[in-house]
């Protein structure tokens, strides 16, 4: 069974910056893409990044140029590095499988970024 772990979130004030990680455990890690979701409050859960097994990878038009996914295939993580954060960033973040998020969910890991 695959369990996903997120960490890293917290507290950040506008222009700052966060490294959320991704354990993932239970799967082929290696051979399979990986994105990071997010979902903010009354808001349905969107993409924001993904990173294929080739390392190539993509990113939602709002976070290019400021967040990175990246990924460790030794450690079986992905990461993702969010630099001059923004409120609107707010949400609790989520990695999954890509195109199709099909293993369960983890418990995330909550982005807040103040003004």
């Known amino acids: 069974q695959v369990q996903l772990v997120e960490s890293g979130g917290g507290l950040v004030q506008a222009g700052g910056s966060l490294r959320l990680s991704c354990v993932v455990s239970?799967?082929?890690?290696?051979?399979?893409?990986m994105a990071w979701y997010r979902q903010a409050p009354g808001k349905q859960r969107e993409f924001v990044a993904r990173?294929?097994?080739?390392?190539?990878?993509n990113s939602l038009n709002s976070v290019k140029g400021r967040f990175t996914i990246s990924r460790d295939n030794a450690k079986n993580t992905v990461y993702l590095q969010m630099n001059s954060l923004k409120p609107e960033d707010t949400a609790v973040y989520h990695c999954?499988?890509?195109?199709?998020?099909?293993?369960?969910w983890g418990q995330g890991t909550q982005v807040t970024v103040s003004s």
């Open positions: 239970g799967s082929t890690f290696s051979s399979r893409a």
């Open positions: 990173i294929n097994k080739d390392d190539s990878t």
């Open positions: 999954n499988f890509y195109p199709l998020p099909v293993a369960a």
